[in-house]
């Protein structure tokens, strides 16, 4: 169960592991909702050789340069127009990381097309033939697993079609397919003669596609590889790409809802005269979330929401603050917790040691504050309702909102438009916004769409933040001074509890919580990692790298402090220790090679941290100077194995990207309660890193021919524990506490 | 409502209007102008940075009526073909991710290099730090200020 929950997040560590694949299975269980659960009976999963019927048309409006012409399906992943264009349909959620470009270019290559006519649409919401094929049946995006699982069904996609494509030739000529080449879009024969793939699309769609394909040698790549400019670059560089916010309906309303301040507060009353006053109001409707007001313009639906005086029920809401919740979590941290991880005898090791180092860690909770808030567009139909916004779990989202209309999944149609950013936001179990725009959409007098749109307030106010989690750590060093034995109890919410996905939760032990730490690839001989589940009604959801956010910090700092207790260099002990990791190896060894010497200087350090996550593996050197006692992160060197870069500038952008995020949250991010109420309310009071802030980055790939893994999250987790390790050697001083604005040091 | 004249993206407008609604919303839902981003609605993180008169604004915050007799720009007028040195620096340092903040971005990049040719990476620094990006990108928008800086 565990392994299996691995296929939610990513790929499993081992995949080669596994004697059968296993599978998520969504089952339906009526009102109780969907259950997903796991199986070893493969599932009927969607492949290229089973889609041969037309696909429906996605969300043009999306794609930068749609195709013209008329298409022709040659599978669920490939339309070819008489234009010549070659559309590639994206089952994935973009959201920066890129997979519109990645998705795209591997068809391109097994398909031996030119890169100027490929195309790209969203998929619509249909997981029969869209899933995320480490999800089982269910279509969506996350765990960094978007190429990952792409991989080979669209390298056989494009292989498919192009082997169609040649069918269709070889019949028209009156040659055996073996005679017709293929190459930069082209259809060739040896006599001279040649054709386009919109020439023989037509012909080819009424082709059976082939049972199997032989697809390309990796010397033969040319498109994979290569940094192919982003698709998306042109239209986000003109303000034309359309995102959720920038979605017309006809007759279109806007809406603004009203929250409880505390958790799991409910509506008791409500006055809605004075909002139901301010010209451009609409209606004012109660739904189960809260109020809502829906205006002819966002503006007005805002101010009106302001004016509503609601009375909550705030007898079941959470009632306690951020300080209660630790002295909660440090008590529970008194107490033995489920078991994750045992190995060697920690007692023993313990007993045995002439020092045992102690450390307690307090992470906050944090929110994923996409630059768009998030909004969702909702029109009902007769039987359902179509769903225009980023969707991120399509699947998941249909079920939850069919559920709210009263219907069936199959009746909820998802057209989806960029995301302005995620970072796991937009994937969220109960689907609250799309749900809350579909209550409000159906309680309407006068039937039109809707747009809900949460302002930042409401958006930082939601909930689903990164869960706040404390953690005890004890660990030895042995006569030699190496690190032989690590203890980590970690005190955390386990999201996936009282969701679909609970499932998953086995033995007292959410695998989230302890990901990254239980897993821990060092060599020590005595190693546990012990979980407890805190009850709290603050909504938590999955934050970029999810447990790694937490459990990297704690394992990589408490590494270089357990070195530094043994007087023993942490780079060299990290080698030693990861001898049989020969991934970790290569990208720590590469950071730390190009960082070159490490800065000398009044107020200098340099700390190193590697993580893997989502099967991929991350080395951070961050270099730091020390200014009237707060900290400049003067350059981040990282190194990424990725297996291997179909795009190595997005590998290495989203690298960046991931650094500056962990920075981010390591300086200043902090959601923090007070009586159950959130005290943050906008930019200003929650700080995201800005560009004075970000450091010099440079971003090193392993070169490696083993299949795509992710670089979504990877880039996350070995930030704040590299710059943390920095900071001692700046300093003196270890870090257990993030964001450093609490310790001053920003 | 009143009736205000102004000029976007070198069209002449006149609209009745509530002068208070902020200029961002009258160019989203009412000109269909939607380049611009709402992001926090008071000024914080600049996706709806425009110009009024050359001078970069958050036209979450500024009412429509500040705008009157002024000439507005946005991402879309920043230049016909959307080929401003800056766009097609942005696009060849493949500078977006999610893009919802490059509007934003990119007119605040472009009222500094109206003024200043040259920058500095202080320059750049001091004149970007109210646009947020969640993605991360801004190496690789210091990098498309000082590339299209060079090719201007």
Not at chain 1, 287 to 312: C, H, M, Y
Request: with cysteine; charged share 25%; hydrophobic share 40%.
């Amino acid at each position: 169960m565990i392994k299996a929950m691995r296929y939610l997040y990513g790929a499993p560590e081992k995949p080669s592991g596994f004697t059968r694949r296993r599978f998520l299975k969504v089952v339906s269980l009526g009102a109780a909702g969907f259950m997903i659960g796991c199986t070893n009976k493969p599932t009927t999963g969607p492949t290229p050789e089973q889609s041969g019927t037309p696909v429906a048309t996605g969300t043009p409006a999306s794609s930068p340069t749609p195709a013209t012409g008329d298409e022709d399906a040659l599978n669920a992943f490939v339309k070819i127009g008489t234009d010549d264009t070659v559309t590639v349909v994206i089952k994935h959620a973009e959201f920066g990381q890129g997979v519109t470009t990645g998705l795209t270019t591997i068809v391109a290559e097994e398909l031996d097309a030119r890169w100027d006519q490929m195309r790209w649409e969203f998929a619509p919401a249909d997981a029969s033939r869209y899933a995320n094929l480490k999800f089982g049946v269910v279509q969506g995006t996350g765990g960094s697993s978007s190429i990952a699982n792409s991989w080979n069904q669209l390298r056989e996609a494009g292989a498919g079609a192009k082997a169609m494509l040649v069918a269709a030739a070889a019949e028209a000529w009156q040659v055996k397919p073996e005679e017709v080449g293929v190459a930069d879009g082209k259809l060739t024969l040896k006599d001279g003669r040649s054709g386009t793939f919109g020439e023989f699309a037509a012909s080819a769609s009424k082709l059976t596609p082939p049972e199997k394909v032989t697809l390309k040698d990796p010397k033969d790549f040319k498109l994979i590889g290569k940094p192919l400019s982003r698709l998306d670059a042109a239209s986000k560089s003109r303000g034309q790409a359309t995102f959720t916010i920038d979605v017309e309906k006809p007759g279109m309303l806007m809406a603004c809802v009203a929250h409880s301040p505390k958790f799991g507060g409910t509506v008791k009353s409500f006055d809605s005269a004075d909002a139901l006053a301010v010209q451009g109001v609409k209606e004012v409707v109660q739904i189960p979330s809260g109020v809502a007001v829906v205006a002819d313009s966002f503006w007005t639906a805002q101010n009106a929401v302001r004016k509503l005086k609601v009375e909550w029920d705030n007898s079941q809401a959470e009632q306690r603050g951020t300080e209660q919740l630790f002295a909660y979590y440090r008590e529970l941290a008194e107490k033995n917790g489920a078991l994750a991880k045992d190995t060697g005898d920690l007692a023993k090791a313990e007993r045995d040691a002439a020092e045992v180092v102690e450390a307690e860690y307090e992470f906050p909770y944090l929110a994923h504050a996409t630059m768009e808030p998030l909004d969702c567009v909702v029109e009902l139909t007769e039987d359902g309702a179509i769903l225009s916004f980023g969707s991120q779990i399509q699947t998941v989202d249909q079920a939850n909102v069919a559920k709210a209309l009263g219907t069936t999944p199959d009746k909820i149609q998802i057209e989806s438009v960029f995301g302005g950013g995620s970072f796991g936001r937009r994937a969220n179990p109960p689907s609250d916004y799309a749900v809350e725009a579909a209550h409000i959409a159906k309680a309407l007098k006068t039937r039109a769409p809707v747009k809900l749109i949460h302002d930042r307030t409401t958006d930082l106010r939601s909930g689903f933040y990164r869960p706040m989690s404390f953690h005890k750590v004890r660990g030895t060093v042995d006569k030699e001074g190496k690190p032989n034995s690590y203890f980590q109890r970690v005190v955390c919410q386990s999201f996936l509890k009282g969701t679909p996905f609970e499932g998953m939760i086995k033995d007292g032990v959410d695998s989230a919580m302890v990901e990254g730490a239980a897993n821990l690839a060092y060599s020590f001989p005595n190693l546990r990692v012990e979980a407890h589940m805190a009850e709290v009604k603050v909504p938590t959801l999955w934050w970029r790298s999810v447990g790694h956010t937490h459990n990297a910090f704690v394992t990589e700092t408490f590494f270089d402090r357990l070195c530094v207790e043994g007087g023993v260099d942490p780079v060299e002990t990290r080698r030693k220790m990861l001898a049989e990791k020969p991934r970790h190896l290569g990208v720590l060894n590469l950071a730390v090679e190009k960082a070159g010497a490490a800065p000398e200087g009044e107020g200098k350090g340099r700390g190193v941290a590697v993580h893997e996550s989502f099967s991929s593996f991350v080395a951070e050197v961050v270099d730091i100077t020390m200014k009237d006692g707060k900290v400049v992160v003067d350059k981040v060197t990282c190194a990424v194995d990725c297996g291997l870069a179909v795009n190595p500038d997005i590998v290495k952008a989203q690298m960046e990207s991931g650094i500056v995020f962990g920075l981010s949250a390591a300086l200043a991010e902090e959601i923090d309660l007070v009586d159950g109420e959130v005290k943050q309310a906008n930019f200003d009071s929650y700080p995201v890193a800005r560009m004075p802030v970000a450091p010099e980055i440079e971003v090193h790939i392993v070169p490696s021919a083993e299949p795509p893994s992710g670089v979504g999250e990877p880039g996350v987790p070995p930030l704040a524990p590299a710059l943390a390790n920095a900071i001692h050697r700046a300093t003196g001083k270890w870090i257990t506490k993030l964001p450093l604005k609490k310790e001053g040091l920003v | 409502m009143e009736k205000i004249k102004f000029t976007v993206n070198g069209e002449a407008r006149e609209m009745e209007v509530d002068p208070a609604k902020p200029l961002l919303w009258v160019l989203r839902e009412d000109l269909k102008i939607t380049g611009p981003k709402f992001g926090c609605g008071a000024s914080f993180c600049g996706a709806c940075t425009v110009h009024l008169n050359g001078n970069p604004i958050r036209s979450c915050i500024v009412p429509v009526s500040a705008a009157t007799d002024k000439e507005i720009t946005t991402i879309e007028g920043l230049d016909p073909n959307g080929e401003h040195p800056l766009q097609k620096a942005w696009e060849e340092m493949a500078v977006p991710q999610c893009g919802y903040c490059q509007s934003g971005q990119i007119m605040s990049a472009a009222a500094l290099l109206a003024k200043n040719k040259a920058p500095t990476d202080d320059d750049i620094d001091k004149a970007m730090a109210g646009n947020i990006c969640r993605c991360g990108t801004y190496p690789r928008i210091k990098q498309a200020i000082k590339n299209a800086a060079n090719a201007g």
